[in-house]
């Protein structure tokens, strides 16, 4: 069939172009809202950008650097001295070094101090990085060393004292109302098949939600063109609860996550993600 | 220096299908930072890929390409163990230019 | 209850300073302790300031329960809530519903990225399905959908409505919805507005 | 696909300078800034980008595949893939009815290379997203909505 001409002068070309293709937008419309944005998740899946990043966090683990000239090479996350595999899987756990239980961001900054003689508060100055501006360190090397957990089991222990402790208090912080708006996280996180506008989410007293919520931090998210580590999910979750800001890496935080990732145990990392 | 491309190039049975993500801000000139000033558009404007010394794709792009690119195509007359050669240039003249073998 | 929470406070940093030792038993956590764990993991931010985390008694009781407290606490809760309704000073319980839908579309106020000068929305999509043409809806709160369409325009409707927005633990203790009215979120006006919303008939949310 | 002269011209001294610091060699410069429409790129209609992509007119075609999602659950990245199956197909151009200018993308095809291709565009609002193929200097048109949402609790 030839094809019909329309001419290009005429400003009816995109009012056609849509009248023409309303029948196959609207044919293909019987899927339901929630089923198109499976869809358009689906679709993001393949060209993750966090990709760009896993290189140069590798550069950044391996380059000695900071005030000791050191690497991260010898930096323990829990499996010995340099072992990343799998070890972001393992994680938040307790530390004899540091007599704290530690999440990766938490081991990280530990590992920066200690191995390689950066102040602290340099480091935990401005981990996230704002829109416009280059990945932070702590971000690039993240999503480095998450990488290394892809396709393992949650396995976050519970057995030292203070990790059972580190559940307890992040139990009680996600049940937290307060604020302005009496939100806790548990308002949002606490029922199955809940979403705010079209975003699902997931229920950490449910062990599959959990799993599957945990084991996709950290993701690149589009809407920041940026990727994003668990540290900032906690931290822009209590934005959005009207809280005060949680301090990077503060017990608390990490509390919350050792409580997140006990729910999710037996779920399979699929990290660094790509999300909305 | 901007950073490395990511470039996937596999021989198929309908040609080499070849996966680029590119590290580029890809500022649209209409946003404005915490101060209320217009951030300067800034965007990959030309991409090229070749293939022994012959051009395969030449894109021209404006700044509504998505920040960190992706392209996705495929081409025919390569072969596994054959370089793909993968270079943008943005409007502010800085370039970057990085290779894949044929998988 | 601010005088509780004050209490808190000192014996958190209290226990801060003694550091490590607060926790090296293998008993579970007390709740004092844990408070103390989380007051030290927040700081002030913008407008947003380490004083939330002080809880009303509301927060620390349905916290407590897990939102689900036993009856008497219940009935105790929701007549304190029902106490704090201000209904509108002039009688007048409709305002403009287009303005209303810009609030039920609005998400910002009160966070840190946020200005005291910040006009706080309502985001009442977030939660709620309202108008038939916005498909970027929450489920956590019931479809409001033909809200004014099914309900009319009644003395006893409009008066529920209102003590619903003004402060929801007044007919449902420990909701999750926000106290527009009892916690300054949305002014009498706004309030309004949102209510034309919901019950002009010429609003979307009846189309 | 030459811009304007005058464009050239005064984008010349830009050009020149960043040579002079290494980035580019001046023919190198010169060579890209000619290879990026200008004109084009500044449209603000469907109609308007294919006047200055040098068509005079576009036929609805049946034989441009696009895939692209009826909703995008953020309008930064929206997935679009063009297929076409025209013969003699040159170019393939990606337009977003709505952003504020209406082109996104253009990609030449030489023989040998399937007339195929996939990327990710931003969309500043809902807006109907056209697939332009040249193909034996003809354009062709093909048009779907895609519906943007708003997301998230604090915006």
């Known amino acids: ?276 | ?103 | ?207 | 696909m030459l811009a304007k002269r005058r464009d050239v011209v005064r984008l010349g001294g830009l050009f020149a300078a960043l040579a002079t610091i290494g980035m580019l060699t001046e023919e190198e410069a010169l060579a890209q800034q000619q290879a990026w429409n200008k004109a084009a790129f500044e449209t603000k209609n469907p109609r308007d980008t294919i006047k200055a992509l040098g068509g005079s007119s576009a036929a609805e075609s049946k034989d441009i595949t696009m895939t692209v999602p009826d909703i995008a659950e953020n309008g930064a990245v929206v997935p679009v893939a063009v297929a076409s199956r025209i013969p003699g197909t040159q170019n393939i151009y990606i337009l977003v009815e709505k952003n504020p200018n209406t082109l996104a993308a253009g990609f030449t095809l030489p023989q040998g290379t399937e007339p195929s291709i996939s990327t990710r565009v931003k969309m500043a609002q809902t807006s109907n997203v056209l697939a332009v193929v040249k193909a034996n200097d003809q354009f062709y048109v093909a048009s779907r909505e895609v519906k943007v949402t708003l997301g998230g609790c604090g915006g």
Not at chain 1, 145 to 166: C, F, L, N, T, Y
Not at chain 2, 18 to 35: A, F, I, N, P, Y
Not at chain 3, 10 to 38: D, K, N, R, W
Request: with cysteine; aromatic share 8%; proline share 5%.
């Open chain 3, 1 to 207: 209850m601010m005088k509780r929470s004050r209490t808190l406070l000192a014996g958190a940093v209290l226990i801060v300073s003694f550091g490590g030792c607060a926790t090296s038993s293998s008993a579970p956590p007390t709740e004092q302790e844990t408070l103390a764990v989380i007051r030290a993991g927040f700081r002030d931010r913008g407008i947003a300031t380490v004083d939330r985390l002080n809880q009303t008694e509301l927060q620390a009781t349905c916290s407590k329960y897990h939102n689900n407290p036993p009856q008497d606490v219940r009935a105790h809760l929701e007549k304190a809530a029902l106490a704090t309704v201000k209904y509108p000073g002039d009688g007048k319980w409709l305002g403009d519903f287009k303005q209303g839908e810009r609030i039920a579309q609005t998400g910002v106020g009160l966070q840190w990225t946020d200005t005291a000068a910040t006009v706080n929305g309502g985001n009442c999509y977030a939660c709620h399905r309202l108008s038939k043409e916005e498909i970027a809806f929450g489920n956590i709160g019931p479809s409001l959908y033909h809200y004014g369409k099914t309900r009319g325009t009644s003395d006893e409707t409009l008066r529920y409505t209102w003590g619903k927005i003004w402060n929801t633990h007044a007919y449902k203790a420990c909701s999750q919805m926000p106290r527009f009215g009892d916690a300054g979120i949305l002014t009498e006006g706004q309030i309004k507005d949102v209510m034309a919303l919901l019950l002009d008939p010429n609003s979307p949310v009846n189309k």
């Open chain 2, 1 to 103: 220096m901007p950073d490395p491309m990511r470039i996937r190039a596999n021989a198929l049975a309908d040609g080499v299908d070849v996966r680029v993500l590119m590290s580029h801000e890809m500022e649209t000139g209409q946003r404005k930072d915490g101060s209320g000033n217009i951030v300067p558009a800034h965007f990959i404007s030309n991409v090229t890929v070749s293939h022994s010394g012959k051009v395969v794709l030449s894109a021209e792009w404006g700044p509504a390409i998505s920040k960190n690119p992706y392209l996705q195509f495929k081409f025919h007359g390569g072969s596994k163990g054959d370089e793909v050669t993968v270079t943008w240039v943005d409007n502010k003249g800085e370039t970057r230019t990085d290779k894949a073998v044929i998988g």
């Open chain 1, 1 to 276: 069939m030839p094809p019909r001409v329309i001419a290009v002068r005429s400003r009816a070309l995109a009012a056609m172009a849509v009248a023409l293709f309303a029948s196959v937008a609207s044919a293909q419309n019987s899927n339901s809202t929630m089923d198109e944005i499976a869809r358009y998740r689906q679709m993001l899946q393949e060209g993750n950008p966090a990709e760009l990043l896993i290189a140069r966090g590798e550069e950044l683990w391996k380059t000695p650097r900071g005030p000791n000239n050191a690497s991260l090479e010898k930096c323990d996350l829990g499996l010995g001295p340099g072992v990343i595999k799998g070890a972001y899987a393992r994680l938040p756990r307790y530390f004899a070094d540091a007599d704290q239980v530690l999440d990766f961001e938490g081991r990280l900054v530990y590992c920066m101090v200690t191995l390689q003689g950066f102040a602290r508060a340099d480091v935990v100055k401005s981990p996230f990085s704002g829109t416009g501006q280059r990945q932070t360190d702590i971000e690039s090397i993240t999503t480095y060393v998450v990488d290394q957990s892809r396709g393992m089991k949650i396995d976050v222990p519970q057995e030292h004292p203070k990790e059972k402790a580190a559940f307890e208090r992040g139990r009680y912080l996600f049940y937290m109302r307060g604020g302005p708006y009496d939100f806790a996280c548990s308002t949002c996180h606490g029922a199955d098949n809940q979403r705010i506008r079209l975003q699902d989410l997931p229920n950490f007293e449910e062990t599959e939600a959990a799993r599957l919520a945990f084991a996709q931090w950290p993701a690149y998210r589009v809407s920041q063109g940026a990727l994003r580590t668990m540290q900032w999910r906690i931290n822009d979750c209590f934005r959005q609860q009207r809280f005060p800001e949680p301090v990077f890496v503060s017990q608390a935080t990490i509390d919350l996550i050792t409580f997140l990732g006990v729910r999710a145990n037996g779920g399979t990392m699929d990290s660094p993600s790509i999300k909305r």
